[in-house]
């Protein structure tokens, strides 16, 4: 019958003696397989013996079906930080670098727990031992390895919403729709000692983003979109109501507030944020809107009035005209302040562009023969211009050196200010964020470079990382 069924069924009678066969061969194999196995086993390994301590006592051994004691890992070597110099190093995405004579040498790979982004601002507090690090309206806490220490919180577990002191030792911020302060512990990136400045209740939501004009450790003058202009007196809770005159702008250090009073004769205020105090002084004219006004340092600043440019000095509380143009017919705007303040770039309608030094009064012509579309501080009396007229042999991006009109050197061919699609100009360089004495490092046209400045020479650097920062010291 067996014999019948198979030839009906060919393909089923193979298919069961396949599967057949192999399990009759693994059933050999296998007890085969075991007995090899028994005969390389080796017995348990007895419990260790009593283990003998420091002071010689005797140790018991592990009972019969206890777990046998291990001991704990040793706890690895707290690792020196490193030597911090704020002057030569700088992060690089989330590498530590040091400028040097030679270049740019890495001292630390992958040295902070997470990388910087473009705009992180690193602030070394070197008394305490941490670095500061502020990205998109938050501050995070790293020590001198790198290691992330934690966000800023307060001791509510909420998170930190406000601004910091100069010295970055205490905050205010919102809290409960009320202004609070509170001492910083960077160690444990921890708010504490928290007191209640105000107690209205309408400080809602994030108030103090992009709506603070103003902020010291002392006061803050903050624009509230449903009651106006509201100044705060962080240590006593007063608060008052108020306006404020147009062009206003405010000092580096924020505690200054300059603005245009539309007047006959017009005038200048200064606002004072720690004593609410508004002083005007009359003038001529008023500065152009956007290019008539730089800041030289916190109690210093020029404006452009007219054919003349002024300098307001708050230490003194007085106004003194640096430069005059005699011409009836000229105007004078403000392009930019060097990074210490000695220096202002102007362009007079009649004389051109000028280099003028705010401590001496004296104006130096900038000797690039056509317009000027752009300027890079290299450092305090260097730059670049970028010439950006077509079909010039001036076009290109130029270095120039204060005081020295044979510095003049074409250092690239082209602009490093690109024109847009829109005829406006665009921007296609980073802006420099390294500078010491005598070199710089800048990135220009995609890649990063460094400047010698005595002898304009340029090296190239190999850094890919896009984001980089320095590292400030707090004041």
Known sequence: ?????????????????????????????????????????????????????????????????????????????????????????????????????????????????????????????????????????????????????????????????GYLTPDLSEGIYVKQGDLWRGKIDWKQALVTDEKQITNLGYFQGSPLRGRLISATGKALLYRDVRLGLIWVNLETGETSSGQLPTEISTSPDRKLVVGQVLTRPPAVAVFNTDTKELAQYPVERLWPRNQGLAWLNGSRVALALGAQIVVYDHETKSMAGIYQNPSARASIQILTASPDGKLLLIADSVSGLQLLNTTSGKAEAVPTGNPTSGIEWLGNNTMFLVVDVADTNARGTWFFREGESDSLKRVYAQPLYARTASGKPGYNVSKIFFDRPGQTLFKAFGRWSMLDIATSKLQDVSLDEKALARLETSP
């Open 1 to 161: 019958m067996i014999g019948e069924l198979a030839r009906r069924f060919p393909k089923w009678a193979l298919a069961v003696a396949i599967a057949g066969g192999s399990s009759v061969f693994f059933y050999f194999w296998w007890n085969a397989k075991k007995r090899e196995l028994a005969s390389q086993s080796q017995p348990p390994a007895p419990l260790p013996a009593a283990a003998t301590t420091i002071d010689g006592e005797r140790e018991p051994a592990a009972a019969p079906g206890e777990p046998i004691p291990v001991p704990a890992p040793a706890a690895p070597a707290e690792q020196d930080p490193i030597e911090i110099d704020p002057a030569t190093m700088f992060l690089g995405s989330d590498s530590l670098y040091r400028i040097s004579d030679s270049g740019v040498e890495l001292v630390a790979a992958h040295w902070l727990n997470s990388p910087i982004h473009e705009g992180t601002r690193v602030m070394l507090l070197e008394e305490e031992g941490v670095l500061v690090v502020k990205a998109n309206h938050q501050f995070f806490s790293y020590d001198l390895n790198g290691k992330l220490l934690g966000a800023l919180w307060l001791t509510s577990r909420e998170s930190f919403d």
